[in-house]
């Protein structure tokens, strides 16, 4: 009797994460997300700071970011596209897997929170960029990222959620050190997805 | 301490019931498509069940238009939220009580 009970109760548990709740996210992607960041890290860092023989700091390292900003942008769009596009693939697999659409209401849901942040933050880094402000860029990007996840997390795993936290954190700290942007970006972008993302695969998806 | 099973909805004991209200308690409204791929069953079966909640006045409906297409909506009233949880809490007593 008492076994019956406590399946009614989970079932009534299930039911209620599945029908508003995102969870085909995948651990996985988080995983890949973070390595492609580091990745896109270390061709940055080449790219950027050491073209110049003697890079000293301050201004002339600035600008120098500010020349190859076309081949940083390009960097950080392959990155980006790279992680939606995995981020994208693992999703489907992992609905299919546990017999969900992957396109639902809570995935429309989760995406709409998501942008709203992101959006906003995306205009902030513009305006900044185009008074060149750029030692600001890096501390926003986490900043609004962080803040989009946490906007998105009610609509998937509440894990989400102490990530965004994380990344505000980290945005807010990095404010105070202006100039270790990539840095900052890698251990945003890449060392925390890595940990959080490992963290959510061997919570979630074994 | 005794619990009454008697205070077990009857509306509430079959499976299907039990997931419709679930899936009405986290959402605000969910479609009817949504709700057949989420219990996973026929027409026939969820229609009923949704009649049979809906004859309790535990659910309501809201129809609309999709371009041509006609859409269905439920959500939970006042009253099937209020007995859905005393639903579950009797079910926990139960749980406790049989341990």
Same mark, same amino acid.
């Given at each position: 009797?008492? *076994?019956?009970?406590?399946?009614?109760? /989970?079932?009534?548990?299930? @039911? @209620?994460?599945?029908?508003?709740?995102?969870?085909?996210?995948?651990?996985?992607? =988080?995983?890949?997300?973070?390595?492609?960041?580091?990745?896109? &890290?270390?061709? &940055?860092?080449?790219? &950027?700071?050491?073209?110049?023989?003697?890079?000293?700091?301050?201004?002339?390292?600035?600008?120098?970011?500010?020349?190859?900003?076309?081949?940083?942008?390009?960097? #950080?769009?392959?990155?980006?596209?790279? /992680?939606? +596009?995995?981020? %994208?693939?693992?999703?489907?697999?992992?609905?299919? *897997?546990?017999?969900?659409?992957?396109?639902?209401?809570? /995935?429309?849901?989760?995406?709409?929170?998501?942008?709203?942040? %992101?959006?906003?933050?995306?205009?902030?880094?513009?305006?900044?960029?185009?008074?060149?402000?750029?030692?600001?860029?890096?501390?926003?990007?986490?900043?609004?990222? =962080?803040? #989009?996840?946490?906007? #998105?997390?009610?609509?998937?795993?509440?894990?989400?959620?102490?990530?965004?936290?994380?990344? +505000?954190?980290?945005?807010?700290?990095?404010?105070?050190?202006?100039?270790?942007?990539?840095?900052?970006?890698?251990?945003?972008?890449?060392? %925390?997805?890595?940990?959080?993302?490992?963290? @959510?695969?061997?919570?979630?998806?074994? | 301490?005794?619990?009454?099973?008697?205070?077990?909805?009857?509306?509430? $004991?079959?499976?299907?019931?039990?997931?419709?209200?679930?899936?009405?308690?986290?959402?605000?409204?969910?479609?009817?498509?949504?709700?057949?791929? !989420?219990?996973?069953?026929?027409?026939?079966?969820?229609?009923?069940? !949704?009649?049979?909640?809906?004859?309790?006045?535990?659910?309501?409906? $809201?129809?609309?238009?999709?371009?041509?297409?006609?859409?269905?909506?439920?959500?939970?009233?006042?009253?099937?939220?209020?007995?859905?949880?005393?639903?579950?809490?009797?079910?926990?007593?139960?749980?406790?009580?049989?341990?």
């Amino acid at each position: 009797m008492a *076994k019956d009970y406590l399946k009614d109760i /989970t079932e009534i548990r299930s @039911m @209620m994460e599945k029908s508003s709740k995102f969870i085909s996210l995948s651990g996985l992607s =988080g995983i890949l997300a973070g390595v492609y960041a580091l990745i896109g &890290a270390v061709l &940055a860092y080449n790219i &950027a700071y050491t073209t110049i023989d003697d890079v000293i700091y301050g201004e002339q390292l600035v600008r120098n970011a500010i020349d190859n900003a076309q081949v940083l942008i390009l960097i #950080a769009v392959s990155v980006l596209a790279l /992680t939606i +596009v995995t981020g %994208l693939l693992l999703t489907i697999a992992k609905a299919k *897997k546990h017999g969900v659409k992957s396109w639902d209401e809570t /995935t429309a849901k989760l995406i709409l929170n998501l942008s709203y942040p %992101l959006i906003t933050g995306a205009i902030v880094v513009f305006v900044l960029y185009s008074n060149g402000i750029i030692g600001l860029i890096a501390p926003m990007t986490l900043i609004f990222y =962080g803040l #989009a996840l946490i906007n #998105a997390s009610h609509f998937t795993y509440r894990d989400i959620k102490y990530l965004g936290i994380t990344e +505000v954190l980290l945005g807010l700290v990095a404010c105070f050190i202006v100039g270790k942007g990539l840095i900052i970006w890698a251990i945003g972008f890449g060392v %925390l997805h890595i940990v959080y993302g490992s963290f @959510m695969y061997f919570k979630y998806d074994r | 301490m005794k619990v009454d099973i008697h205070s077990l909805n009857k509306a509430f $004991e079959n499976r299907v019931r039990l997931g419709i209200m679930s899936a009405l308690v986290a959402n605000e409204k969910v479609e009817y498509n949504r709700l057949k791929e !989420l219990l996973n069953v026929t027409d026939g079966n969820l229609a009923s069940h !949704l009649k049979a909640l809906e004859k309790e006045a535990y659910i309501s409906i $809201e129809k609309s238009f999709v371009g041509r297409k006609p859409n269905t909506k439920y959500f939970i009233t006042k009253s099937g939220k209020t007995a859905f949880r005393s639903h579950i809490n009797t079910l926990e007593l139960l749980i406790k009580n049989q341990m």
